[in-house]
């Protein structure tokens, strides 16, 4: 019986250590996923104080469009826009002012306008119920 558990203790060990002195390269696929978000750099202005912030998507944009409206509505003068899409350029100044009283159309508004390169300015006038967006660029 001494025999049998010797023989199967040294075969143990040297079954292991066969396996361990193999040379074996693992090579398990690497996941990558490439994200096609798109990423805002912006700079916006509440009541005069400049903030900046970095979006990453465009859920996370129209986020920022939304509480922009929100701010407005609660009596701030905002303006934002977005440094990725505007230019540097010094021609003459391109205003756009869009006057409405619907909550929607002012956000779509100024979420277009704001992806294509403006700075927009977001005022509302809570006894008359009308949105002025100002867009310039």
Known sequence: MKKIITTIALLSVLGTLAVSCQKE?????????????????????????????????????????????????QGHRVTFRNENSSSQAASAKEVITYTTTSHDDAYEWAEKKGKEGYDVTIEYNERTGKYTCTAIK
């Open 25 to 73: 390269t693992i090579s398990e696929p690497t996941a990558i996923m490439a994200e096609d978000s798109a990423i805002y750099r912006v700079s916006y202005t509440v009541d005069g104080i400049t903030y900046n912030l970095t979006l990453i998507g465009d859920d996370a944009w129209q986020d920022f469009v939304k509480r922009m409206i929100a701010l407005a509505e």
